[in-house]
């Protein structure tokens, strides 16, 4: 096996069919395909769980013929609709993907071992086709009666490009045009009773289905876990039932494709076990990448098969000069995680270097400056404590409170139980968020923290601050123009650039961090506005792209950032510590 100087994999000596995902994943950690580092990691998991076989705490075994059988099926049965293909011969990376999901199994029942299954790579590797061929194999030779195989997408035309590609394939194979029985919107098995059948998140018959293998279709496009979880519930009677999900990047940075990536480098980083799912994830490694055509590889696998280098390379010198392009190749082609929009505040690789843990133990009668945005009484209402460090950073101690109403009517698709669940999130009985609430919350963490000064926006605060100050707090109101916010923001984001905003915190006497999951939703829900001077002014980003904890976060940091910042006696600025204040 060799690499050509273009970066494009040529094949030598390769060993049988059914020994091909582990060849793969050799090659790959010796360095002799060119790979990212999550796939390397992912080949190192799959070659580490192979010594791991017949040990007492682990009941999988690798079975490469089980493994081949989808892939000797796809090759010889199922042929691309588009282009002038005569037979679909998958790549290296697909025997892995494939005889990864299908060769794995419980070493006494024979059961498969991954239930989910991640597989993340830039557009046109040809997923759609072997999925496609993945669908007519599972639906007819997966030994299952009645089993329903959802094609999955956040809407039908996207669904249907994955459903209409599989009928394609039935309609030009005699032998599958022989077995199957295709409809408009299903494709029938008679013998076992199964069909594979488009479907979307807006699809009336979801809570019908009995599921046994699952292709959700780029789920980067996805905002919530509606469908998903659909899916997940209806297949309860199935022995081993699969959900794939295959995507590009994307720039719904909330949602669920960024929660099961983060996961994916977590379980294969072993920051935690997760035995049930697989992860492929192909991307390029570093920005600087972007302009070593021989690094692209990374997120394009089928490099040289079903894309061109030199064509590539072309598209890029255009694309790179208009800043929307540019964007878009870079998440679409590079696979790499980019600004949710022209005017998003944070980029999902900075806000992910804000991922520390503190002990809230640690803080015990440490000074704070407090922050709130009472916004509507029926809607968001977000609070906060926030603790300048001295080690330059700050750490932000938030919650939010949502009426009852809002919750049942659920229409915004806002996992509100999850986030309550965790303690991020108190859902309030009746109709709107009463402010006793808030003034409670804060002489609760008054007994644990000293609290100096509680900042707010006038707004609707007029009860609540002369209910604060009646107990002893201090307030400060802060404009919410300009000349007020501008500062704060800039620095807020200097903060966030350098890594340097905790959210995330233990709880005394836990075992596991409380990941402020709905912090970084209100963060990446901003996006700035300048005004005439160029003073930056957060917006949401939408309608329902909320911004409150941010809201009381920014009203905290106008006191904080002051505090941060102060002349010495020589009259020279540094950062003061919690001890100073």
């Known amino acids: 096996m060799t690499i050509s100087s273009t970066g494009i994999i040529q094949v030598l000596n390769k060993p049988s069919p059914d020994l091909l995902t582990t060849w793969y994943a050799e090659q790959v950690v010796k360095g002799k395909i060119i790979a990212g580092k999550d ?12 010594k791991r076989q017949g040990t007492d705490d682990f009941p999988w075994v690798f079975d490469g013929e089980k493994g081949h059988r989808p892939i000797r099926f796809i090759e010889k049965y199922c042929k691309p609709s588009k282009g002038n293909y005569k037979q679909l011969i998958l ?54 009666n009645g089993a329903d195989i959802p094609l999955l997408a956040n809407s039908m035309k996207q669904a249907r490009l994955l459903f ?14 022989k077995r199957f029985r295709s409809l408009r919107d299903a494709i029938h098995f008679d013998k076992t009773f199964s069909k594979i059948e488009p479907q979307a998140s807006d699809s009336e018959k979801l809570d019908g289905l009995n599921t046994h293998i699952a292709i959700f279709d780029e789920i980067h496009e996805y905002k919530d876990y509606k469908l998903i979880n659909v899916i997940k519930n209806s297949r309860g009677s199935r022995d081993q039932p699969l959900l794939i999900y295959i995507t590009t990047a994307g720039y719904q940075l909330d949602g669920p494709l960024v929660d099961y990536y983060e996961q994916g480098l977590d379980v294969l980083n072993e920051v935690y076990p997760d035995e049930r799912t697989f992860y492929y994830l192909a991307s390029l490694d570093d920005e600087k990448e972007f302009d070593q055509p021989e690094m692209w590889i990374k997120a394009n696998p089928n490099l040289g098969v079903s894309i061109k280098l030199e064509d590539m390379v072309e598209e890029w010198e255009k694309a790179k000069r208009v800043p929307a392009e540019r964007n878009d190749f870079i998440t679409k082609r590079f696979n790499f995680f980019v600004k949710a929009n022209e005017q998003s505040f944070l980029d999902y690789e900075t806000i992910k270097k804000n991922n520390k843990v503190i002990d809230l133990e640690t803080l015990k009668g440490a000074q ?9 009484s029926e809607d968001f209402t977000s609070a906060c404590l926030e ?11 938030s919650h939010t409170w949502i009426p009852e109403k809002k919750v049942i009517a659920d229409n915004e698709n806002i996992p509100y139980r999850e986030y309550a669940k965790d303690g991020l999130l108190t859902i309030i009985p009746g ?18 923290y000293a609290i100096e000064l509680i900042t707010y926006d006038p707004a609707k605060a007029f009860g609540l601050v002369k209910s604060l100050e009646s107990y002893g707090f201090k307030t400060e109101v802060v404009r919410q123009g300009a000349l007020t916010l501008g500062p704060a923001v800039d620095d807020v984001k200097e903060l966030f650039i350098d890594g340097k905003v905790i959210f995330n915190y233990k709880q005394p006497g836990s075992e596991e961090p409380t990941k402020n999951d709905l912090f970084r939703w209100y963060i990446n829900n901003v996006k700035i506005k300048p005004d005439s001077n160029r003073n930056n002014l957060p917006q949401k980003q939408g309608k329902y792209r909320k911004i409150d904890g941010f809201a009381a976060f920014l009203n ?11 002349p010495k006696g020589s009259g020279t600025v540094g950062f003061i510590s919690i001890s100073d204040l």
């Open 556 to 566: 905290s940091h106008t006191e904080v950032m002051k505090r941060m910042v102060e």
């Open 387 to 397: 603790f300048p460090l001295d080690t330059g950073e700050v750490f932000v101690l």
């Open 91 to 144: 790549q290296g990376w697909q025997h892995f993907v494939i005889g990864s999901i299908f060769g794995w199994v419980h070493k006494d029942t024979e059961l498969r071992r991954f239930r989910e299954g991640l597989i993340f790579v830039a557009r046109k590797q040809g997923k759609t086709t072997v999925i496609s061929g993945a669908s007519i194999y599972g639906v007819s030779k997966d030994g299952e």
């Open 164 to 177: 209409d590609e599989a009928k394609a394939m039935v309609k030009a194979s005699p032998n599958l045009k």
């Open 39 to 50: 796939v390397v990691l992912a080949c190192k998991r799959h070659l580490k769980d192979l």
């Open 431 to 448: 109709e709107y968020v009463k402010k006793e609430y808030i003034h409670d919350w804060f002489v609760e963490k008054s007994k644990e």
């Open 368 to 376: 704070c400056i407090g922050g709130f945005d009472l916004s509507d």
